[in-house]
Nanobody, 115 residues
Framework: QVQLVESGGGFVQPGGSLRLSCAASGSISSIYMMGWYRQAPGKQRELVATITNFGSTNLRDSVKGRFVISRDGTKNTVSLQMNSLKPEDTAVYYC?????????WGQGTQVTVSS
């Protein structure tokens, strides 16, 4: 089992920045990819960014050039630096850890971008 704890959400004005972090614990050796998804009210959950154990990243087109995903050296924590935030980035952001036999989710953290 893997446990994920997210932090860093909040309220920010358009153009502002936030940094989300997700700390993994438990059977982390089984994880080969971590990432962030988001779900806005009335919409389906969508992929925002992923990073593999080898450091390969993937970001959705709408956040490229604004968001950066990274993992620390121990691979226990994945972060999402969000810059130039837009109102359409408002959503609950979920951390995900993908293992070879299971997928794990955090509890979610709210990000609100509004003037």
């Amino acid at each position: 089992q893997v446990q994920l704890v997210e932090s860093g959400g909040g309220f920010v004005q358009p153009g502002g920045s936030l940094r989300l972090s997700c700390a993994a614990s438990g059977s982390i050796s089984s994880i080969y990819m971590m990432g962030w998804y988001r779900q806005a009210p009335g919409k389906q959950r969508e992929l925002v960014a992923t990073i593999t154990n080898f450091g390969s990243t993937n970001l959705r087109d709408s956040v490229k050039g604004r968001f950066v995903i990274s993992r620390d050296g121990t691979k226990n924590t994945v972060s999402l630096q969000m810059n130039s935030l837009k109102p359409e980035d408002t959503a609950v952001y979920y951390c995900n850890a993908l293992g070879y036999s299971a997928s794990y989710w955090g509890q979610g953290t709210q990000v609100t971008v509004s003037s």
